[in-house]
Nanobody
Framework: QLQLVESGGGLVQPGGSLTLSCAAS????????IGWFRQAPGKEREGVAC????????SYADIVKGRFTVFRDRTKGTVYVQMNNLQPEDTAVYYC???????????????????WGQGTEVTVSS
């Protein structure tokens, strides 16, 4: 059973950067489509970025486009999302989600992903 683990969350000042990691013990994520989602207190979960398993362009939600970059390290079998120019509205618990069967990836359909991590908290505050 694939168990995804996110790491890299924390407290950062507005305008700062963080890089979140998504990994799975004993598994490589190289063959999985990976999506990054977030849920802020009192708000619905929303997709922010994703990357397919094969070569292809990642996808981003408009709200993070130009600030977030999702990428793989195929030597480690992990996936990352680099988040720049973070703002208070980016405060949320961030989750990575994975799926073996997804063609490409999606940030709009959380239900397309079979596996989810427990999340890592990101707080943007001065």
């Amino acid at each position: 059973q694939l168990q995804l683990v996110e790491s890299g969350g924390g407290l950062v000042q507005p305008g700062g950067s963080l890089t979140l990691s998504c990994a799975a013990s004993g598994f490589t994520l190289n063959y999985y489509a990976i999506g990054w989602f977030r849920q802020a207190p009192g708000k619905e979960r929303e997709g922010v970025a994703c990357i397919g398993s094969s070569l292809g362009d990642p996808s981003y939600a408009d709200i993070v486009k130009g600030r977030f970059t999702v990428f793989r390290d195929r030597t480690k079998g992990t996936v990352y999302v680099q988040m720049n120019n973070l703002q208070p509205e980016d405060t949320a618990v961030y989750y990575c989600a994975g799926d073996l069967t997804l063609d490409g990836c999606t940030v709009s359909t959380a239900g397309a992903y079979a596996y989810w991590g427990q999340g890592t908290e990101v707080t943007v505050s001065s």
